[in-house]
């Protein structure tokens, strides 16, 4: 086995992990025009509700993932409905927004950890080993096959949905101009509630796939915000192709930056390309 195809293959996996956090983030983004930085406690909740329909109650794996997911998105759509749809009636500012999903990622990850203790757990079964594939030369395992996947697929669903159907156009339209959209009649309150609900069902599977990869913890949603803002910002914010692109920049760096000089730097390197980008292209990749 080679060392460069299988950080090859590492930063692909890395990458797809980031897009599915981006994806969900930026589809949140481009409606409310808002960090949500709540946006990371649903990994938490995706995964840890997976966790105890899987593991403690002993369901079976794809009833308990459908559910965690559903899960995850009623838990972003609450959120909405009670938090930031009051804060949009009183035509709050953004760091009001942005204060209060923090504050919301803090409560929920603390929750999580009261509710399943700050012990380190894993969604793999241990009894049996996952299948093992080599791709020229790189090794990944049968989870990371499906994480990426995974990623492909929502970016073709995202993107089909926003283009040929009729939520998609209006989740266009309230994107542009909120104002104008009530004027002609949208539901505006109605469609960001369900974009909310998509997007945190998306975190939902992120935070399960990773729960299998690697394992759990309650806050674990942190860092994987952190990396997929920084993939949506260097991507394009608002931009879906562009979340997804920047997702796999950002893996590929950090692996490939890791080999040259250590782990230590691996977060470093994330925001040292985000201050690049900042700075001589702050549009991202992809501009909106």
Known sequence: MGIIPQIIANSIIAGAIYA??????????????????????????????????YKELGWNVYASA??????????????????????????ASQMVFLVASLGLLTVIQAII????????????????????????????????????????????????MLKKTMFGRAVNAVSDDEE???MVGIHTDKIIGWVFFIGSAIAGLS??????????EPTMGMHLLLKGVIAAIIGGVGTMHGAFAGAFLLGFAENFGVWQFSGEWKDAI???????????????????
């Open 20 to 53: 599915l956090i981006a994806l969900g983030f930026n589809l949140i983004y481009r409606t409310t025009k808002f960090f949500n930085l709540a946006h990371g406690a649903l990994t938490v909740v995706g995964g840890y509700a997976m966790f105890f329909l």
């Open 66 to 91: 459908v559910l965690a997911i559903v899960f995850a998105g009623f838990v972003g759509y609450i959120l909405d409905k009670a938090i930031f749809r009051q804060l949009r009636l009183r035509k």
């Open 113 to 160: 950890a009261i509710l399943f203790t700050s012990q380190f757990q894993t969604l793999a079964n241990n009894s049996t080993e996952s299948r093992v594939y080599t791709i020229a030369g790189g090794i990944i395992t049968q989870t990371q096959a499906i994480i990426l996947i995974c990623g492909i697929v929502v970016l073709a669903l995202l993107t089909l």
């Open 180 to 182: 104008v959209s009530k």
């Open 207 to 216: 935070g399960i796939l990773v729960g299998f990869d690697t394992g759990l």
């Open 270 to 288: 994330a925001f040292i390309i985000l201050i690049i980008f900042l700075l001589f292209r702050p549009q991202g990749i992809f501009k909106k």
